[in-house]
Structure formats: structure tokens, C-alpha cells
């Protein structure tokens, strides 16, 4: 009986080796349906997940064989990859409000707004101003960007493309909120 348990054992070692340098994946999440079965090469003694440990896995009773759990429902948490949960968007600042000054005039092609940064840390903000005419048409659409410290407010002056296209403005209306960069 031992004999034909080493020759068990051998071939099922030798499977494993063959399937895996042929490019099979005995990795979690590739599509593999959690209700079990599921293929792949196993041992009592293999670990493919690095990150289990001893705690999360049981004893089978009298074989001494170890089982872990590969399912992958509960290993990985959004902060695993850096890009999910709430930390993420507890570092973004929120967007600057913005309040119309003065508005372009035949002499002064460029409309001066306040830019408030409601956030602890300095940034950079993008201030948009819609320069309309008499009919509140847009005559043209200029944004800049502008850093703006914590805490503070600064007035910004946003330019037209050019002198001339000053005189056909009658009034300029400002996005109320200037977005974070």
C-alpha cells in the first residue's frame, strides 16, 4: 500500500509540474466559480496563497492533511491595491468656489475673479469664466489655472484670446466652482 502511495503521490507531483509549465494557473480570482471543484494542482503541503497563515486553515482529523481556503471573497479588501475605500478620497481636495470681481471691459480683456480655497493645503484650481454678450450668448469661454494656498483666497485674472473680442462682452458669469488639479 505504501508503494502504490508514493507512485500516486509521484504522479500527481509530476501533473502539477506539467501543467504548470504549460502555463496553467493555480492563482485566485481568474474566473473560476466559487461553488467548488474548480481544477488546479493541490498538496497538504503546497501554500499558493502567500498571504494565508496557519490560523485560517483547519485540520482534517486523522489523515494530517491541512485545508486552506483559496476562495478569494474575503483575502482582499479595496485598500489592498491602494486605489479603492475612503482613504483615497479623504486625501482629494474638494473645489474651490469662485466669485465674479470685475468683468471685461473695451479696455481690459479679462475678467477678475476670488478664488477661496476651502482645504488645509495649497493647490491648483481651474477657474472657467463665461464672457457673454448683451443677448447672453457666449462670446467665448477662457479657463486658467491657478494655485491658491490652504485656507485662503486669491484673486485670479482670467484673459480673453484677444483685445478685440473685449468690446462685443457685456457680462461675464464664472462657474461658482473652480475644480482641484
Same mark, same amino acid.
Given at each position: 500500500?505504501?508503494?502504490?502511495?508514493?507512485?500516486?503521490?509521484?504522479?500527481?507531483?509530476?501533473?502539477?509540474?506539467?501543467?504548470?509549465?504549460?502555463?496553467?494557473?493555480?492563482?485566485?480570482?481568474?474566473?473560476?466559480?466559487?461553488?467548488?471543484?474548480?481544477?488546479?494542482?493541490?498538496?497538504?503541503?503546497?501554500?499558493?496563497?502567500?498571504?494565508?497563515?496557519?490560523?485560517?486553515?483547519?485540520?482534517?482529523?486523522?489523515?494530517?492533511?491541512?485545508?486552506?481556503?483559496?476562495?478569494?471573497?474575503?483575502?482582499?479588501?479595496?485598500?489592498?491595491?491602494?486605489?479603492?475605500?475612503?482613504?483615497?478620497?479623504?486625501?482629494?481636495?474638494?473645489?474651490?468656489?469662485?466669485?465674479?470681481?470685475?468683468?471685461?471691459?473695451?479696455?481690459?480683456?479679462?475678467?477678475?475673479?476670488?478664488?477661496?480655497?476651502?482645504?488645509?493645503?495649497?493647490?491648483?484650481? @481651474? %477657474?472657467? /469664466? !463665461?464672457?457673454?454678450?448683451? &443677448?447672453?450668448?457666449?462670446?467665448?469661454?477662457?479657463?486658467?489655472? $491657478?494655485?491658491? #494656498?490652504?485656507?485662503?483666497?486669491? @484673486? %485670479?485674472? /482670467? !484673459?480673453?484670446?484677444?483685445? &478685440?473680442?473685449?468690446?462685443?462682452?457685456?457680462?461675464?458669469?464664472? $462657474?461658482?466652482? #473652480?475644480?482641484?488639479?
Amino acid at each position: 500500500m505504501d508503494r502504490r502511495g508514493r507512485k500516486l503521490r509521484f504522479a500527481a507531483v509530476a501533473v502539477c509540474v506539467v501543467l504548470a509549465l504549460t502555463g496553467f494557473s493555480t492563482s485566485k480570482g481568474h474566473g473560476r466559480s466559487h461553488g467548488g471543484g474548480g481544477g488546479g494542482c493541490s498538496s497538504s503541503d503546497q501554500n499558493h496563497d502567500s498571504s494565508s497563515s496557519t490560523s485560517g486553515s483547519t485540520s482534517s482529523g486523522s489523515s494530517g492533511s491541512t485545508y486552506h481556503d483559496y476562495d478569494d471573497d474575503d483575502d482582499y479588501t479595496d485598500d489592498t491595491y491602494g486605489d479603492g475605500g475612503s482613504s483615497s478620497t479623504s486625501t482629494a481636495q474638494q473645489d474651490a468656489t469662485v466669485e465674479l470681481i470685475d468683468c471685461a471691459t473695451p479696455s481690459e480683456a479679462y475678467a477678475t475673479v476670488e478664488v477661496t480655497n476651502p482645504n488645509a493645503t495649497g493647490g491648483y484650481f @481651474t %477657474v472657467t /469664466v !463665461d464672457f457673454l454678450d448683451a &443677448g447672453s450668448r457666449r462670446v467665448e469661454q477662457r479657463s486658467t489655472d $491657478e494655485y491658491v #494656498a490652504g485656507n485662503d483666497s486669491s @484673486t %485670479v485674472q /482670467v !484673459d480673453l484670446s484677444s483685445p &478685440g473680442v473685449a468690446a462685443k462682452v457685456d457680462h461675464c458669469e464664472p $462657474e461658482p466652482y #473652480a475644480s482641484a488639479n
